[in-house]
């Protein structure tokens, strides 16, 4: 597993930070973050047909698509982010298509280049881990998987069974971007995984305000943030990155809040 | 014909829903308990006689089955070859053969006490039929169609509208049967708890494929007994349409493991190979993952995902079912295709020999069958799927004849 992950949840709750690579002028946006106080980055890879995603996400997946953007571009801003930003968490997140197109070891292999630390294939589900998750542990890239209100207790070690850097636990049975589950929901699911796994479990879906943040830093090892900053991208395309950081410094503020409590 | 050997074609697909290195359940998370759940009722209702007696009774007093096998005599004399013979699955109530597989769906739907049924439909006979079986048992009954093909296909709107459906026009991605497939499992993943997704073709995740292949097998199966009543033989080529390949596969499947029956699959064509504006997965595709399964997609070098064309929406889809991508592999079924302009003449040659409108979809088999049933002698035996009736066709055939009306 990356070091950097255990480096970063060390810390106490971390900010994960969703964008699609390709929508707007994504290294500025990238770095606005990080300087805002974004403690992990997923990189969100455009895909024609993202049925798990609300319409803010499916929206900038063909903005980025229709500005041309290639497998090998988001690779690029991903080689290019690790460049400049060495000690950042950063995460592939999309379908499967795309990642296994060129083969799954072709794929491993580029994003270990690019060093990237984890994967997130939406629809792989851990049945058909064959397709991916050999290449990727092979590479020291950890697959990290989904967990929902519906995987339940016996589900829940299938799930683990591969992972590693950390669990994204989606709050609600629902697309990316909608509404938030109830904070009753989120303490007990997140508790309830917990007792099958040491990995952090970060809590995204529908995540929008520093207060909802707060909330779930307070239960959970992460907060996963996207379409919030996503329809940013969108309303304010090149002045973007000045209010990212803006939203971003906002949410770590309040993730981070719940370290000094915790600590 | 039940006993399956392990040298069989018919056992597949195995525990996992993989025919060979396709099929599969590629979803989110969110749908996975379902999908097992799916599976688990789905094993017990194939067990269970009541469930059979219910879909037996309901496909011949609701659907009309068994649909007739009928000789075509001035088609056959025409191509001057093989006779040629066609399953009549345009009778059907509803006019495809589309409902068989809505029946056995509902009746699931039912058994796992789901309260609401959400579909999928291209140019809208699935979104018809879907609707048909809802309105039969009183279920609220959601249907996504691209906005494009709502615009395209306004009678059968009207007809799932009638039939009390709701239809919903889906504008994301570029509004045709692909986004429409996005939508439903958007719906679905936010609804699990208490909705069924009838899914239109034998394709998607397992055990979907499996289950679709079951329900319209009726159509094999019938042909089967009814050549063999008639000829006292089997045919010596079975031939169908392909987009998802539900009807084909129906018709194949049950005659897989007799080794002297060829099998012929005709993928459509759109304006050629050589450009983009086909929907020939097999033929133009690579193996992929979309919508649950892998298989067979229209993609590019970076696995994004591209439109198909052809002139039959039925047709119109980038992926194909995963065990039909498996029998193109095995080499079980040949597979081929037939281009608009081919699909249009054979619209055409069937209307005028034998007083029969077929769907545009059926008729890109029977373009496959002007090309080989004249290269067989005239003691072979042809077994065409007709899968649909063409009355919805006739303004898309209209306005590609330059008829105005």
Same mark, same amino acid.
């Given at each position: 597993?990356?070091?950097?992950?255990?480096?970063t949840? =060390?810390?106490?709750?971390?900010?994960?930070?969703?964008?699609?690579?390709?929508?707007?002028?994504?290294?500025?946006? +990238?770095?606005?973050?990080?300087?805002?106080?974004?403690?992990?980055?997923e990189?969100?890879?455009?895909?024609?047909?993202?049925?798990?995603?609300?319409?803010?996400?499916?929206?900038?997946?063909?903005?980025?698509?229709?500005? %041309?953007?290639r497998?090998?571009?988001? +690779?690029?801003?991903?080689?290019?982010?690790?460049?400049?930003?060495?000690? &950042?968490?950063?995460?592939?997140?999309?379908?499967?298509?795309?990642?296994?197109?060129? %083969?799954?070891?072709?794929?491993?292999?580029?994003?270990a280049?690019a060093?990237v630390?984890? &994967?997130?294939?939406?629809? +792989?589900a851990?049945?058909?881990?064959?397709?991916?998750?050999? =290449?990727l542990?092979?590479? !020291?890239?950890?697959?990290?998987? +989904?967990?929902?209100?519906?995987?339940?207790?016996?589900?829940?070690?299938?799930v683990?069974?591969g992972?590693?850097?950390?669990?994204?636990? &989606?709050?609600v049975?629902?697309?990316?971007?909608?509404? *938030?589950?109830?904070? =009753?929901?989120?303490?007990?699911?997140?508790?309830?995984i917990?007792?099958?796994?040491?990995?952090?479990?970060?809590? !995204?879906? !529908?995540?929008?305000?520093?207060? *909802?943040?707060?909330?779930?830093?307070?239960?959970?090892?992460?907060? &996963?943030?996207?379409?919030?900053?996503?329809?940013l991208?969108?309303?304010?395309?090149?002045?973007?990155p000045?209010h990212?950081?803006?939203?971003?410094?906002g949410?770590?503020?309040?993730?981070?809040?719940?370290?000094?409590?915790?600590a | 014909?039940?006993?399956? $050997?392990?040298?069989?074609?018919?056992?597949?697909?195995?525990?996992?829903?993989?025919?060979?290195?396709?099929?599969?359940?590629?979803?989110?998370e969110?749908? @996975?308990?379902?999908?097992?759940?799916?599976?688990?009722?789905?094993?017990?209702?194939?067990?269970?006689?009541?469930?059979?007696?219910?879909?037996?009774?309901?496909?011949?007093?609701?659907?009309?089955?068994?649909?007739?096998?009928?000789?075509?005599?001035?088609?056959?004399?025409?191509?001057?070859g093989?006779?040629?013979?066609?399953?009549?699955?345009?009778?059907?109530?509803?006019?495809?053969?589309?409902?068989n597989?809505?029946?056995?769906?509902?009746?699931?739907?039912?058994?796992?006490?789901?309260?609401?049924?959400?579909?999928?439909?291209?140019?809208?006979q699935?979104?018809v039929?879907?609707?048909?079986?809802?309105?039969?048992?009183?279920?609220?009954?959601?249907?996504f @169609?691209?906005?494009?093909?709502?615009?395209?296909?306004?009678?059968?709107?009207?007809?799932?509208?009638?039939?009390?459906?709701?239809?919903?026009?889906?504008?994301?991605?570029?509004?045709?049967?692909?986004?429409?497939?996005?939508?439903?499992?958007?719906?679905?993943?936010?609804n699990?708890?208490?909705?069924?997704?009838?899914?239109?073709?034998?394709?998607?995740?397992?055990?979907y494929?499996e289950?679709?292949?079951?329900?319209?097998?009726?159509?094999?199966?019938?042909?089967?007994?009814?050549?063999?009543?008639?000829?006292?033989?089997?045919p010596?080529?079975?031939?169908a349409?392909?987009?998802?390949?539900?009807?084909?596969?129906?018709?194949?499947?049950?005659?897989?493991?007799?080794?002297?029956v060829?099998? /012929?699959?005709?993928?459509?064509?759109?304006?050629?190979?050589?450009?983009?504006?086909?929907?020939?997965?097999?033929?133009?595709?690579?193996p992929?993952?979309?919508?649950?399964?892998?298989?067979?997609?229209?993609?590019?070098?970076?696995?994004?995902?591209?439109?198909?064309?052809?002139i039959?929406?039925?047709?119109?889809?980038?992926?194909?079912?995963?065990?039909?991508?498996?029998?193109?592999?095995?080499?079980?079924?040949?597979y $081929?295709?037939?281009?608009?302009?081919?699909?249009?003449d054979?619209?055409?040659?069937?209307?005028? $020999?034998?007083?029969?409108?077929p769907? /545009?979809?059926?008729?890109?088999?029977?373009?496959?069958?002007?090309?080989?049933?004249?290269?067989?002698?005239?003691?072979?035996?042809?077994?065409?799927?007709?899968?649909?009736?063409?009355?919805?066709?006739i303004?898309t055939?209209?306005?590609?004849?330059?008829?105005?009306?």
């Open positions: 597993m990356s070091t950097r992950f255990q480096t949840f =060390a810390k106490g709750p971390a900010l994960v930070c969703f964008i699609t690579a390709g929508d707007g002028d994504t290294a500025a946006n +990238l770095d606005a973050l990080v300087e805002g106080g974004a403690d992990v980055i990189l969100g890879m455009p895909f024609t047909d993202p049925m798990a995603d609300g319409p803010a996400i499916q929206a900038a997946n063909i903005r980025a698509l229709n500005a %041309g953007t497998t090998a571009d988001v +690779l690029k801003l991903a080689a290019d982010f690790r460049a400049r930003h060495p000690e &950042v968490p950063l995460v592939l997140m999309g379908y499967a298509n795309p990642m296994v197109r060129r %083969g799954p070891e072709w794929f491993a292999q580029e994003a280049k060093g630390d984890g &994967v997130i294939s939406v629809d +792989l851990p049945e058909e881990d064959q397709d991916l998750g050999p =290449a542990r092979d590479k !020291g890239i950890s697959l990290i998987r +989904l967990a929902t209100p519906t995987t339940d207790d016996k589900r829940i070690p299938a683990l069974e992972s590693s850097g950390f669990l994204y636990y &989606v709050s049975a629902g697309i990316t971007g909608k509404q *938030q589950a109830a904070m =009753a929901s989120i303490e007990d699911n997140v508790q309830r917990k007792t099958h796994t040491d990995l952090p479990v970060a809590v !995204g879906f !529908g995540v929008r305000t520093p207060e *909802q943040a707060a909330e779930i830093a307070k239960v959970a090892d992460g907060v &996963v943030v996207g379409s919030a900053f996503i329809d991208v969108e309303k304010h395309g090149a002045e973007a000045r990212l950081k803006a939203l971003v410094e949410l770590a503020k309040a993730v981070h809040s719940a370290r000094k409590a915790t | 014909m039940s006993e399956h $050997t392990p040298n069989s074609y018919m056992n597949q697909p195995d525990e996992r829903g993989h025919f060979g290195q396709f099929g599969g359940r590629y979803v989110a969110t749908l @996975m308990p379902l999908i097992l759940d799916l599976e688990q009722e789905y094993r017990k209702a194939k067990a269970d006689p009541e469930f059979k007696a219910q879909f037996d009774d309901l496909l011949e007093h609701y659907v009309g089955r068994p649909s007739p096998l009928y000789f075509a005599p001035r088609l056959t004399e025409e191509l001057g093989a006779q040629v013979w066609f399953k009549r699955d345009e009778l059907n109530h509803t006019g495809a053969h589309k409902i597989n809505c029946i056995g769906q509902i009746l699931l739907a039912m058994r796992m006490g789901k309260t609401r049924i959400i579909a999928e439909t291209g140019a809208g699935h979104g039929a879907t609707a048909t079986v809802c309105a039969r048992f009183g279920l609220p009954c959601t249907v @169609m691209g906005a494009t093909d709502v615009a395209r296909q306004q009678p059968n709107v009207f007809r799932m509208k009638l039939l009390g459906a709701q239809v919903v026009p889906v504008t994301s991605g570029r509004g045709t049967l692909k986004d429409a497939m996005n939508e439903a499992l958007r719906d679905w993943v936010a699990v708890h208490d909705t069924f997704y009838i899914i239109g073709t034998a394709a998607g995740p397992h055990p494929p289950l679709v292949r079951d329900f319209q097998s009726v159509i094999g199966r019938e042909a089967r007994t009814q050549m063999l009543a008639r000829t006292g033989r089997l010596d080529l079975l031939v349409a392909i987009g998802g390949g539900s009807n084909a596969i129906g018709l194949f499947h049950p005659f897989l493991d007799d080794p002297d060829k099998m /012929l699959g005709v993928e459509a064509a759109g304006h050629g190979l050589d450009g983009d504006e086909h929907a020939a997965s097999l033929a133009g595709g690579f992929g993952i979309l919508h649950g399964n892998k298989t067979y997609l229209l993609q590019d070098e970076d696995g994004q995902i591209t439109e198909g064309h052809s039959s929406a039925g047709l119109d889809y980038p992926g194909i079912g995963p065990e039909h991508a498996w029998l193109k592999e095995s080499g079980r079924v040949d $081929t295709y037939a281009t608009d302009k081919e699909a249009l054979a619209f055409q040659l069937l209307c005028r $020999t034998e007083g029969i409108i769907a /545009l979809e059926p008729s890109h088999a029977i373009a496959a069958i002007v090309k080989v049933a004249p290269t067989m002698p005239r003691d072979a035996i042809i077994c065409a799927n007709l899968c649909g009736r063409g009355d919805k066709d303004f055939v209209a306005e590609a004849l330059g008829v105005e009306m």
